[in-house]
């Protein structure tokens, strides 16, 4: 891939990952909002208040997953970022380096030292391509999950008594949510295995 590519896919990714940490925290506060709701509604409601709960501790754990894999991705970023002004630096040198045989010399063991330096960006910023990877495949088995526990809260509305109707109405806002952060960790696993290849 080349290096320019290369950044804009990373800073692209680094875009999703936000959009995700975004729609988590709606999850998370939707899910405070639901369990409120249930609380209201009484003991009739309390398989509505135990998947909520646990709507709001699967977000938490999405937020964590996906804030390690901020802090991989601002890494790479700077790494590779660093990377591309490692080989205009090269360029420069090797043109340098082509005026003469007395320059040529000079310039070599710079050559070589910037090599060095360039394969151990180059292997570091693979390696954290692969951690990335299995973030955000981990997100997405994760999320997964979660629109499981988004369909359920939908089931149990059904038994909210009076409240029903609200707690049915917050269950689908929580499940179009759901599915949002589905289909945008889907695009954020592709671009991860495209940035990787």
Do not use: P
Request: charged share 25%; net charge positive; glycine share 10%.
């Amino acid at each position: 891939m080349k290096d320019g590519m290369q950044l804009s896919r990373t800073v692209r990714i680094n875009e999703e990952i936000k959009q995700v940490v975004r729609i988590s925290a709606g999850i998370n506060l939707m899910a405070i909002n639901a369990m409120l709701v249930a609380k209201r509604s009484g003991a009739r409601s309390a398989g509505y208040g135990v998947v909520s709960g646990e709507l709001r501790s699967f977000s938490g754990r999405l937020e964590s997953i996906m804030l390690e894999t901020s802090g991989l991705i601002s890494r790479m970023i700077g790494d590779v970022a660093s990377l591309l002004n490692q080989k205009r630096s090269m360029a420069r040198i090797g043109r340098a380096s082509g005026m003469s045989e007395i320059t040529a010399g000079l310039l070599e063991e710079a050559m070589e030292s910037k090599h060095l330096a360039l394969s151990g960006m180059q292997n570091r910023i693979r390696e954290l391509g692969d951690r990335l990877g299995l973030h955000s495949e981990t997100a997405l088995r994760h999320c997964q999950s979660g629109v499981a526990l988004a369909r359920s809260a939908k089931i149990e509305s059904v038994y909210g008594g009076e409240m029903a109707g609200v707690l049915e109405q917050v269950s689908v806002e929580v499940e179009g949510r759901m599915l949002a952060l589905f289909e945008r960790l889907k695009s954020l696993s592709a671009d991860v295995r495209a940035w990787q290849a």
